[in-house]
């Protein structure tokens, strides 16, 4: 292989398949995704796209071929060092699995106290995330109290709130309306300019025109179309 000038991409998967019980799910995908590429994951319903994404963030593992995380071959690293593996990532979800129970401000701080941080560092680092997403004044909020797109933009606050390299969007939009859809993606688009590297699974083609990245396309489980959206 020769690298030249170019970066060794900060996500390579060779091979790789996926079954569920004797059921194939993903099949002999290889992908390289290069750091601060903004890549849609698309293809219908039930085509691979959410399992993709597990496989990146130890979800699942691969049945078979390599997956490697900025330089971190997932098939040999050790059970301990998945926590330090998983905070590469910041993980939105289509139903933002916040905890209900526990205040916008609780949510956010979880992660960085998971991570070990001080208080002081903590308090700061949250009222600054809430900031970005425009909700600063929604800390003490609970999050069944919020609507599906403020509660969105807290589970985006809570996937950027370690500084991950990488962020996975599954479906983020999927349960929003057009208008708090485009707030999602007025953000996402904000930490690719900032240097994220960003995965997005959707299976609706509206959310993809207009974005400046990369498409592939999963088909039953295989990769069958991988090219550069032209901008619109
Ligand atoms: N935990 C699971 N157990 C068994 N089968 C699964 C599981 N998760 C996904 N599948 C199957 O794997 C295939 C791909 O699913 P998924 O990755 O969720 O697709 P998508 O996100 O594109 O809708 C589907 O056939 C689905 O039924
Ligand atoms: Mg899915």
New binding site residues.
């Given amino acids: 292989m020769t690298h030249g000038s170019r970066k060794t991409p900060i996500i390579r998967m060779y091979h790789v398949y ?1 079954l ?2 004797s ?1 194939s ?2 099949s002999d995908i290889s992908l390289e995704i290069e750091e601060n590429e903004f890549l849609f994951v698309t ?10 994404l ?1 496989l990146l963030y130890f979800g ?1 593992s691969a049945t078979n071929g390599q997956v490697i995380i900025d330089g971190v071959n997932l098939l040999r690293i050790p059970k301990h060092q998945i926590p330090f593996l998983r905070r590469k990532f910041g993980i939105i979800f289509q139903d933002y699995k916040l905890i209900p129970s526990k205040t916008v401000f609780e949510n956010l701080a979880l992660v960085l106290e998971a991570a070990g941080h001080k208080r002081k560092f903590v308090e700061k680092k949250v009222k600054s995330v809430l900031r970005i997403v425009g909700l600063e004044e929604k800390q003490g909020a609970l999050p069944p109290s919020l609507s599906g797109g403020e509660q969105q933009r807290i589970a985006i606050a809570r996937a950027v709130i370690g500084d991950p390299k990488i962020i996975l969007a ?2 983020p939009t999927g349960n929003l309306d057009s208008g708090s859809a485009e707030i999602i993606f007025d953000l996402l688009n904000r930490f690719h300019k900032d240097g994220s590297t960003i995965i997005l ?1 959707t ?1 609706d083609p509206e959310l993809i025109h207009s974005i400046n990245g990369r498409k592939i396309v ?1 088909d039953k ?1 295989q990769l069958i179309s991988d090219h550069k959206i032209k901008e619109a």
């Fill in positions: 996926k569920y019980d059921k799910a993903l293809g219908a319903s039930g085509a691979g796209k959410t399992t993709l597990k699942e599954d479906e699974a299976h999963l489980g």
